[in-house]
């Protein structure tokens, strides 16, 4: 289990700071990278279509003057998140985006696709593709995805249902390359976890919701400080595809989360940004198990300081002899 350089080398703590849709933001993932974990948006955040090459200026001049001023300390790389489904109209615009900022590593969700795999490589960039099983897993590489994100059940967002144990065992049968574990962690000891379990890197994002930069509502913020996981809803009433939610923000909207009807999968719709992303993305809040641990909003760098020594203090404690 190898990582490539660009990751390898560059980061303070193993860990891929998740795109949260309409969440992150540039100011996130700046702070993100400063702080040595890997910061990522989705390229759909940046509205119009013309602010993505805006957004990415910023973040590429941000880091390289951060390098500049900390030789030692280098940013950690960002990553940008496309949506490949058919819905997205933007995809070709936002990927030619990539390609002419290089952009180091390009997340892609809900679909494969070896076209967009060739672009990204072309520069040098690398793809990691979220899957949710194990065939999704084998089809991501065989059209040529460089690493995976296994996303495992309790995961914010659009969640798998699997065990994280099952998930990573299956696809370590197979695949030796890199491979980001996501789902209810939310605690340094949780991604030492992740990698006993034989994932390279874990893949956060709830936890980066509630920190001062994040674009979030202050009250989705304190939402998750002050809920835990049994307040996680599973619905694909938003989107179409299943996700976990934050069942205050479901009772907000005028709904029973304990009786919520089941979507169309077929009317799915993530790029023509019209009412379904509004009322899926915004008034409805997405968001994963593992936020009990998330007990203050907090700067993106003081959470990812409280993750680094939470993650020292696990290893210590396994390296302490025992009996």
Partial sequence: MALPPLLKDRLRLPVVGAP??????????????????????????????????????????????????????????????????????????????????????????????????????????????????????????????????????????????????ALVQEIREWFDGPLLLSGSMATGSSVLAAQAMGADLAYMGSTFIATREANADDRYKQCIVDSSAQDIVYSNLFTGVHGNYLRQSIENAGLDPDNLPESDPSAMDFGSGGDMDAKAWKDIWGCGQGIGAVTAVQTAAERVAELSRQYEAARRRLLEPTG
């Fill in 20 to 165: 949260l849709f309409i969440v992150s933001n540039p100011d996130l993932v700046i702070a993100q990278c400063k702080a040595g974990i890997v910061g990522s948006f989705p390229a759909l955040n940046a509205r119009p279509a013309e602010q993505l090459d805006v957004w990415l200026t910023q973040i590429r001049e941000a880091l390289d003057a951060h390098d500049r001023e900390h030789p030692d300390q280098p940013a950690a790389p960002f990553a940008v998140n496309q949506i490949v489904h058919r819905s997205n109209q933007r995809l070709q615009h936002d990927l030619d985006a990539c390609v002419k900022h290089k952009v180091p590593i390009v997340i892609t969700s809900l679909g494969a696709r070896e076209d967009v795999n060739e672009a990204v490589h072309s520069y040098g960039g690398i793809v990691l593709h979220d899957i949710i099983n194990n065939r999704f897993a084998r089809k991501a590489i065989e059209k040529g995805a460089d690493g995976l994100i296994a996303v495992a059940a309790g995961a914010g967002g659009h969640a798998g249902t699997q065990s994280p144990f």
